[in-house]
């Protein structure tokens, strides 16, 4: 169905997409070809010459608000060969949009300046509106196909399409942990368990969310600040500017009303959530927060033992309704215990150093929940690799365990 250079071109994009990693959110990362039938290519900025075909323009998008890839790529193509644009053939990472949202519909705009071919990698997952960006570009005369590199096009944006299917955003669980599974020594003592190396990576897994969350024993017993350190970026320093610092949203669970203004968490200003119960004493008599610290009350649920807690899914969905659809869990043993007893984790980061710590140490998650081998969570393991000294493990739950 696809020949050898669509892969090709493709493949291209989703490069192009890839560079708005950690500036999109929450906003698709999506990326854009355009490609003419020309062998002429002494003036394009990418160039990408096989047989008869040759790239006239590219983009990517960049931030929530400004251009698509889509208008983008038109942009450059009018800049370096608007003659070339007519009968061009886009090959785009997502369906073009079909509505007015921010931006006008890049479908419209692949309309108006005369391509003659669409590829997009995937559907729009948003049930309302997929399909309506391809059949407005068939309507209009463009052959329009999908399906090219699809896979590797969802891996893009996982975030976005289960918080389009789902109505919940993507939840990633950062673990650390010595290799007999210890947290911490029994005192609390845990600075350092892990390498420099992979307190680095964190940074970037904290770079690329939408929101973190934790709870108020990690902010207590660390004083965290749970922001994005661009002094610690590493290799991402190159392509990602410290002004262009997107700080995620922070999220902390504190249902025993024990933070006070005063902790380092509220010295950085960037938006925090405070998740109080219903029972919590009324909003009014709260400590003053800064402004941009935003308390939000919501229900809890009973787990197996008898314990209030609150209620997670509700806590993911009113997240999903502020369009924050990419979270990191970073948080004590008994918070990442409870979103994994409640089947709420897409994806596990597991940092294993190597050390040993022995005695009585803290667990790297509690599942009071949890009482028979026939209950426990089963993994699949995606990727290992070594990250400084330590060891990375990226893992899924298992639709069912065993």
Same mark, same amino acid.
């Given at each position: 169905m696809f020949s050898q250079q669509d892969h090709q071109? /493709?493949?291209?994009?989703?490069? !192009?997409?890839?560079?708005?990693?950690?500036?999109?959110s929450p906003n698709p990362r999506v990326g854009c070809?355009?490609?003419?039938?020309?062998?002429?290519?002494?003036?394009?900025? &990418?160039?990408?010459?096989?047989?008869?075909?040759?790239?006239?323009?590219?983009?990517?998008?960049?931030?929530? #608000? %400004?251009?698509?890839?889509?208008?983008?790529?038109?942009?450059?193509?009018?800049?370096?060969?608007?003659?070339?644009?007519? #009968?061009?053939t886009a090959y785009v990472t997502l369906e073009p949009c079909s509505h007015f949202g921010?931006?006008?519909?890049?479908? *419209?705009?692949?309309?108006?300046a005369g391509v003659k071919r669409v590829v997009a990698a995937m559907v729009d997952p948003n049930p309302e509106v997929s399909g309506r960006g391809l059949a407005m570009l068939e309507q209009a005369g463009i052959k329009a196909e999908f399906g090219l590199l699809e896979n590797e096009a969802k891996a893009l944006n996982r975030g976005f399409i289960k918080l389009m299917t789902h109505a919940l955003p993507h939840v990633r669980i950062k673990l650390a942990a010595s290799l007999d599974g210890k947290t911490a020594m029994k005192s609390g003592e845990s600075k350092w368990i892990t390498s420099p190396e992979a307190r680095k990576d964190v940074q970037s897994l904290r770079a690329e969310s939408c929101a973190i969350i934790s709870g108020a024993d990690s902010i207590l017993t660390d004083n965290a600040k749970m922001t994005v350190r661009w002094s610690e970026l590493g290799e991402l320093q190159h392509s990602y500017k410290e002004d262009n610092i997107r700080?995620?949203?922070?999220?902390?669970?504190?249902? %025993?009303?024990?933070?006070?203004?005063? !902790?380092?968490?509220?010295?950085?200003?960037?938006? &925090?959530? &405070?998740?109080? $119960?219903?029972?919590?004493?009324?909003?009014?008599?709260?400590?003053?927060?800064?402004?941009?610290?935003? *308390?939000?009350?919501?229900?809890?649920?009973?787990?197996?033992?008898?314990?209030?807690? &609150?209620? !997670?899914?509700?806590l993911l969905m009113m997240l999903a309704k502020r369009g924050l659809n990419e979270v990191l869990v970073e948080s004590g043993a008994h918070l990442a215990g409870a979103f994994i007893e409640q089947d709420l984790a897409d994806e596990f980061i597991?940092?294993?150093?190597?050390?040993? /710590?022995?005695?009585?140490?803290?667990? !790297?998650?509690?599942?009071?929940?949890?009482?028979?081998?026939? *209950?426990?969570? $089963?993994?699949?393991?995606?990727?290992?690799?070594?990250?400084?000294?330590?060891?990375?493990? $990226?893992?899924?739950?298992?639709?069912?365990?065993?």
């Open positions: 071109y /493709m493949a291209l994009a989703i490069k !192009l997409a890839k560079k708005g990693h950690y500036t999109t070809v355009l490609v003419a039938n020309t062998e002429d290519n002494t003036e394009s900025n &990418i160039v990408i010459t096989t047989g008869k075909t040759q790239v006239i323009g590219a983009g990517f998008h960049q931030k929530a #608000g %400004q251009g698509h890839a889509e208008v983008n790529a038109l942009a450059d193509a009018k800049l370096n060969h608007p003659n070339l644009i007519n #009968g061009a921010r931006t006008p519909p890049c479908a *419209q705009a692949l309309i108006n700080q995620p949203v922070r999220v902390v669970i504190d249902s %025993q009303n024990r933070l006070t203004p005063e !902790l380092a968490f509220f010295k950085v200003n960037s938006p &925090i959530l &405070i998740i109080n $119960t219903l029972t919590d004493p009324p909003l009014e008599n709260s400590p003053k927060w800064p402004h941009f610290v935003e *308390q939000v009350q919501l229900p809890t649920i009973k787990n197996n033992i008898g314990e209030s807690k &609150i209620d !997670l899914t509700k597991l940092y294993q150093a190597p050390k040993l /710590m022995g005695g009585d140490g803290k667990n !790297l998650v509690e599942m009071p929940n949890i009482t028979a081998l026939s *209950q426990a969570k $089963t993994l699949a393991i995606t990727d290992v690799r070594l990250v400084g000294r330590d060891i990375r493990i $990226t893992a899924t739950l298992t639709k069912t365990s065993k």
